[in-house]
């Protein structure tokens, strides 16, 4: 069976957070939906899976609810569940920034199109907006991607490129919830002319497969990336033996649980990022 993966956000007043919580899960129980809905008074952030009826019905609540009518969604197949649960949480905000920035005064957005006739200007600076595993495995050619492990260490990162203040600056990430404020807070810090990619690289990649994105998309599920086209590049090296690859894989110690880039053959036999944790499994 093939599933159908909603990725979507919208910063939209929420009033009353916790009662969107209730309809949202009543909503995704009923029509057997899976997945991770972040929920703040400055709106929705959400990647839910299911069969292509369910999603469809999802998005046509979505469109009949008067706070949440407005929302974009990006859609792919795959062919098993991505997501083993459905959580559904408040929180302080839907992807955390930590820093008082207003998504309303978002940097203006590129469609796929306007952002492939600027990207060939070589005064063009594009910066990744993400964090430095996700760029590891993939990103647009000749990106600047800032060292940072969490969105909310961003902020922080910025202090390096105070140099880029007087450039054009165009800033990516997966499907656009980040970039709405990284931009935000770029002006807010004095950057005179920045963009943002509307839809982020999967609607990018979505109408160019050969485009300018290189390698694999990381991806917050299961599938740990997914990529545009048959033959990606891979630009990232297994952690144990250094052969190319853009696998991702978890510590199998739980309580460290760390992400590691593994080739299939060290997969086979590595489950663990060291002896330490091998050892705690025995």
Not at 108 to 121: G, R, V, W, Y
Not at 175 to 185: D, H, P, Q, V
Request: proline share 5%; glycine share 4%.
């Amino acid at each position: 069976m093939n599933y159908t993966v909603l990725l979507y956000y919208n910063y939209v007043t929420l009033p009353d957070p916790e009662a969107e919580r209730v309809w949202q899960r009543q909503l995704c129980e009923q029509l057997d939906l899976k997945g991770r809905i972040l929920l703040a008074t400055e709106g929705i952030n959400g990647t839910v899976a299911g069969s292509k009826s369910a999603t469809d019905d999802y998005m046509a609540a979505m469109a009949s609810h008067a706070q949440f009518a407005t929302t974009e969604f990006k859609i792919d197949t795959y062919d098993k569940m991505p997501f083993p649960r459905l959580s559904i949480k408040v929180r302080p905000e839907i992807v955390t920034l930590g820093v008082n920035v207003d998504p309303a005064a978002t940097a203006p957005k590129l469609t796929a199109e306007q952002f492939n006739e600027l990207i060939t200007d070589p005064n063009m600076v594009l910066f990744d907006a993400r964090n430095n595993y996700e760029s590891a495995i993939g990103k647009f050619k000749g990106a600047l991607t800032p060292d940072i492990s969490l969105f909310k260490d961003f902020p922080e990162a910025l202090d390096d490129y105070e140099d880029l203040k007087d450039k054009t600056i165009i800033t990516y990430c997966t499907g656009g919830i980040r970039c709405e404020k990284a931009s935000a807070l770029m002006l807010q810090r004095g950057f005179s002319k920045v963009y943002q990619l509307d839809g982020g690289i999967i609607k990018y990649a979505q109408k160019y497969p050969e485009g300018a994105f290189e390698g694999n998309c990381f991806v917050f599920d299961e599938r740990m990336s997914v990529a545009f086209s048959d033959d990606p590049e891979v630009l990232s090296n297994c952690v144990f033996c250094e052969a190319p690859t853009s696998h991702y894989q978890n510590c199998a110690n739980p309580r460290c649980h760390k992400l590691m880039l593994v080739c299939e053959d060290c997969t086979q036999t590595t489950k663990t990022c060291s002896q330490i944790c091998a050892n705690i499994l025995v």
